[in-house]
């Protein structure tokens, strides 16, 4: 061997330092590799909404559609059968008490007759005329009769059954002359009736149908002139001031409403909410079918209008209001967004957020107004819980606050 392939002692050592560090190669690859796999799944915090317990005003209602009705309403109907009057009245129009002329109504005319008519008419009353001279001519002849019958008896020439025979010839014969006098009267009130009759026919007057309470006209059933029968139906009258609210609720809702229970009425047309005060919730509940289809037991509450009329000028009758009866209310309620709590068994719970983790809570839950819930005990002003934790949130994980 020659001296060029020898190596030099510093050759080595430079292969065997290239070698050892080309040998941790591997090993620091794999713990980069574990480093990243532990990082990506390493628990990351949950974005979750929060909120604040506060303390404030809290009501519980029943909100439910209503419709406002007038509180008396008075129907106008025909007193008496005849021509009825064009009515110039419309809805709206302003009525006073007693003095206001809302209808009249004319007797109605005789009617036209062809001669056919008259003649059959006229023939009818002469003939009942003929039946009565007949039938008194029956009559003073078994009167007549009866009294020679009778001076017979007396000096007993004849038999009882003969003087009872002439008695009954002169009772059958006045009740004949009555037949034929009611048969002329009803010959005569038909000549009468039709105009043909020898005495004059009365003159009717024409009657006034007056407005029985002051206050406008709601609705016009009989405008046009014509005939009308007794009892028809012609016009509604009512004041618009006096109204009242009608609210449909489900009837277990309404045996929780108090007595004078405070309302507020919106979506009416106004930009501030009507008030009013329920007067009753009525005895009887009913069946309605919803737009479900599901049968469900309704009652009514009835609800005064506290509301001035000069703030609701516009308003009037069957008029759709949405109403929210006040069944509870407190000015100092601690709560809570009512999506923070949920049932855990049979208590109510929530999750609090500790220092960046959510921490479970058993709180006591009190009144809802539907959006917020009143928290008994469990929680204090300024805690922040986790909004509609659902089940990606439990005890101890960490939580990331993202704003709404």
């Not at 809805?91 to 206001?100: F, K, N, R, S």
């Not at 006098?181 to 043909?196: I, K, P, V, Y």
């Not at 014509?226 to 009258?237: F, K, Q, S, Y």
């Not at 405070?262 to 509940?285: C, D, I, L, S």
Request: proline residues 5%.
């Amino acid at each position: 061997m020659s001296a060029l392939d020898k190596p030099t002692a510093k050759q080595g050592r430079s292969g065997n330092g290239s070698q050892r560090s080309r040998r941790w190669l591997p090993y620091l690859g794999a713990a980069l590799l574990i480093a990243l796999l532990v990082a990506g799944f390493w628990p990351k915090p949950v974005p979750a909404e929060i909120a604040e317990v506060s303390v404030g005003t809290l009501r519980a209602s029943v909100n439910e559609e209503g419709k406002t009705r007038i509180k008396q309403r008075y129907m106008v109907s025909a007193p008496v059968s005849g021509q009825l009057r064009r009515i110039p009245f419309k809805a709206g129009a302003e009525v006073i008490a007693g003095q206001t002329i809302v209808a009249l109504i004319d007797p109605v005319l005789p009617s036209l007759l062809d001669v056919r008519t008259r003649a059959s008419t006229e023939a009818k009353r002469d003939t009942a005329v003929a039946n009565l001279d007949r039938a008194k001519s029956n009559r003073h002849f078994a009167a007549s009769e009866l009294s020679r019958f009778e001076k017979l008896f007396a000096s007993k020439t004849i038999s009882l059954q003969e003087l009872e025979s002439a008695q009954l010839r002169e009772s059958s014969a006045a009740k004949e002359q009555a037949a034929a006098e009611s048969g002329l009267r009803q010959a005569e009130a038909e000549l009468q009736e039709l105009g043909f009759g020898s005495r004059t026919n009365a003159v009717c007057p024409t009657t006034e149908i007056r407005a029985p309470s002051s206050g406008k006209v709601l609705h016009v059933f009989e405008e046009n002139s014509r005939v009308v029968a007794a009892g028809t139906p012609l016009m509604e009258i009512g004041d618009p001031a006096d109204l009242e609210v009608i609210i449909e609720v489900l009837s277990r809702d309404g045996a929780a409403i108090p007595a004078e229970a405070k309302v507020e009425f919106e979506q009416w047309g106004g930009g501030v909410p009507m008030t009013g005060r329920v007067r009753m919730v009525e005895p009887a509940a009913f069946t309605k079918v919803s737009a479900l289809g599901v049968e469900e037991q309704r009652v009514n509450v009835v609800a005064d209008l506290l509301t001035p009329p000069e703030q609701r000028p516009n308003v009037g009758d069957n008029f759709r209001v949405e109403a929210r009866i006040i069944v509870w209310e407190a000015a100092d309620a601690v709560k809570v967004p009512a999506g923070a709590l949920f049932r855990q068994g049979d208590q109510w719970a929530t999750f609090l957020l500790v220092e960046g983790r959510a921490q479970l809570r058993t709180v006591k839950a009190g009144r809802s107004s539907g959006v917020e819930m009143q928290v008994l005990d469990g929680l204090k002003r300024g805690d922040k819980v986790i909004l509609y934790p659902g089940s990606r949130v439990h005890a101890g994980q960490r939580v990331r606050e993202i704003k709404i």
